[in-house]
Protein backbone atom coordinates (compact mmCIF):
# COMPACT_ATOMS: atom_id res chain seq x y z
CA UNK A 1 0.00 0.00 0.00
CA UNK A 2 1.02 3.62 -0.62
CA UNK A 3 -0.47 7.33 0.60
CA UNK A 4 -0.29 9.71 -1.33
CA UNK A 5 -0.86 13.60 0.46
CA UNK A 6 -1.24 16.63 -1.49
CA UNK A 7 -0.69 20.34 -0.62
CA UNK A 8 -0.19 23.34 -2.43
CA UNK A 9 -3.72 24.06 -3.84
CA UNK A 10 -5.37 27.42 -3.35
CA UNK A 11 -6.73 30.92 -4.90
CA UNK A 12 -5.01 32.64 -7.60
CA UNK A 13 -5.54 34.70 -10.00
CA UNK A 14 -5.26 34.60 -13.91
CA UNK A 15 -2.03 34.64 -15.18
CA UNK A 16 -1.22 33.42 -11.61
CA UNK A 17 1.34 30.60 -10.59
CA UNK A 18 0.70 27.33 -7.75
CA UNK A 19 3.17 24.57 -7.42
CA UNK A 20 1.20 21.43 -6.16
CA UNK A 21 3.40 19.05 -4.28
CA UNK A 22 2.40 14.99 -4.00
CA UNK A 23 4.60 13.30 -1.00
CA UNK A 24 4.64 9.74 -0.94
CA UNK A 25 4.92 6.81 1.71
CA UNK A 26 7.80 4.93 1.25
CA UNK A 27 10.48 5.04 -1.84
CA UNK A 28 9.12 6.98 -5.00
CA UNK A 29 11.26 4.21 -6.87
CA UNK A 30 8.36 1.85 -6.63
CA UNK A 31 6.01 3.52 -8.93
CA UNK A 32 6.36 2.63 -12.69
CA UNK A 33 4.29 5.68 -13.64
CA UNK A 34 3.05 8.87 -11.43
CA UNK A 35 1.10 11.80 -12.56
CA UNK A 36 -1.52 14.52 -11.74
CA UNK A 37 -5.39 14.69 -13.36
CA UNK A 38 -8.33 17.10 -11.95
CA UNK A 39 -11.53 17.31 -11.84
CA UNK A 40 -13.72 20.21 -12.79
CA UNK A 41 -17.43 20.36 -10.95
CA UNK A 42 -19.59 18.24 -13.13
CA UNK A 43 -16.83 17.28 -15.54
CA UNK A 44 -15.21 13.92 -15.55
CA UNK A 45 -11.57 13.30 -14.05
CA UNK A 46 -8.43 14.11 -16.61
CA UNK A 47 -5.19 13.54 -17.27
CA UNK A 48 -3.36 16.90 -16.67
CA UNK A 49 0.55 15.47 -16.40
CA UNK A 50 2.31 12.09 -16.22
CA UNK A 51 6.07 11.27 -15.34
CA UNK A 52 7.26 7.22 -15.90
CA UNK A 53 9.92 5.90 -13.46
CA UNK A 54 12.18 6.69 -16.29
CA UNK A 55 11.31 10.49 -16.51
CA UNK A 56 9.08 10.34 -19.36
CA UNK A 57 6.66 12.69 -19.03
CA UNK A 58 3.42 13.46 -21.06
CA UNK A 59 1.09 16.59 -20.64
CA UNK A 60 -2.71 17.29 -21.74
CA UNK A 61 -2.54 19.38 -24.92
CA UNK A 62 -4.22 22.72 -23.21
CA UNK A 63 -1.39 23.29 -20.18
CA UNK A 64 1.69 22.06 -22.81
CA UNK A 65 3.83 25.34 -22.07
CA UNK A 66 2.42 26.59 -18.66
CA UNK A 67 2.69 23.41 -16.82
CA UNK A 68 5.40 21.01 -15.31
CA UNK A 69 5.67 17.73 -13.95
CA UNK A 70 8.84 16.77 -12.03
CA UNK A 71 9.75 14.92 -9.20
CA UNK A 72 12.67 15.04 -6.12
CA UNK A 73 13.43 10.87 -5.37
CA UNK A 74 15.36 11.83 -2.26
CA UNK A 75 12.02 13.64 -0.97
CA UNK A 76 9.80 10.97 -2.26
CA UNK A 77 7.56 14.21 -4.19
CA UNK A 78 6.00 14.83 -6.94
CA UNK A 79 5.36 18.51 -8.10
CA UNK A 80 3.09 20.21 -10.65
CA UNK A 81 4.52 23.62 -11.19
CA UNK A 82 1.20 25.84 -12.76
CA UNK A 83 2.17 29.06 -14.21
CA UNK A 84 -0.10 30.96 -16.79
CA UNK A 85 -2.91 29.74 -15.00
CA UNK A 86 -6.48 30.25 -16.68
CA UNK A 87 -9.81 30.11 -14.77
CA UNK A 88 -10.50 26.93 -17.28
CA UNK A 89 -7.66 25.49 -15.01
CA UNK A 90 -9.95 25.42 -11.69
CA UNK A 91 -10.33 21.85 -10.14
CA UNK A 92 -9.73 19.32 -7.67
CA UNK A 93 -6.09 17.96 -8.49
CA UNK A 94 -5.38 14.83 -7.68
CA UNK A 95 -2.12 13.17 -7.38
CA UNK A 96 -1.71 9.56 -8.80
CA UNK A 97 0.81 6.41 -8.81
CA UNK A 98 0.57 3.07 -9.76
CA UNK A 99 3.19 0.37 -9.34
CA UNK A 100 3.17 -3.22 -10.55
CA UNK A 101 -0.09 -4.18 -8.56
CA UNK A 102 -2.17 -0.93 -7.99
CA UNK A 103 -3.36 2.39 -8.52
CA UNK A 104 -3.13 4.90 -5.55
CA UNK A 105 -4.88 8.13 -5.34
CA UNK A 106 -4.20 11.17 -3.10
CA UNK A 107 -7.26 13.03 -1.54
CA UNK A 108 -7.59 15.84 -4.04
CA UNK A 109 -6.03 19.75 -3.25
CA UNK A 110 -8.25 22.74 -4.77
CA UNK A 111 -7.02 25.33 -7.53
CA UNK A 112 -8.95 28.12 -7.97
CA UNK A 113 -8.37 30.38 -10.34
CA UNK A 114 -10.54 33.57 -10.16
CA UNK A 115 -10.07 37.05 -10.56
Known amino acids: QAQLVESGGGLVQPGGSLRLSCATS????????MGWYRQAPGKQRELVAT???????NYKDSVKGRFSISRDDAKSTLYLQMNSLKPEDTAVYYC?????????WGQGTQVTVSS
Open 96 to 104: NAMDFRNTY
Open 26 to 33: GSIFRFTV
Open 51 to 57: MSSGGTT
